[in-house]
């Protein structure tokens, strides 16, 4: 059976693995930020050639990649994932408020 973890076991749980490789030598903040984006790049070749058969289970681990990455970065800074998605939701809202943006996908300097 799944068992789901806290996203603070999570982050533990990528610690740990990260202590017991000694690799936190390499996780600058410049390598970390290089690894969203080249796993981001990795996401993307699931959609390549084609938007059809997608071999859903790439998607799903590459997709892991770069929260993994994006969480390693999170905790070299300190931040709260909880809080940083939060506050940047709140600013999304008043900067996309539901008049302007419906049904619209311009960029907000282009309102
Ligand atoms: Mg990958």
């Given at each position: 059976?799944?068992?789901y973890l806290s996203m603070n076991k999570i982050i533990q749980n990528l610690i740990a693995f990260r202590e017991e490789r000694n690799w936190k030598q390499f996780h600058t903040p410049e390598n970390l930020a290089k690894s969203i984006s080249i796993e981001a790049g990795e996401l993307l070749e699931c959609y390549q050639w084609s938007y059809e058969n997608i071999d859903r289970n790439k998607v799903k681990e590459e997709l892991a990649d770069v929260m993994i990455y994006c969480l390693y970065?999170?905790?070299?800074?300190?931040f709260d994932i909880q809080e940083i998605i939060s506050e940047k939701i709140t600013k999304n809202e008043e900067k996309y408020t539901i008049s302007d943006s419906k049904n619209n996908c311009k960029k907000y300097t282009d309102f």
């Open positions: 059976f799944m068992r970065l999170a905790e070299y800074y300190k």
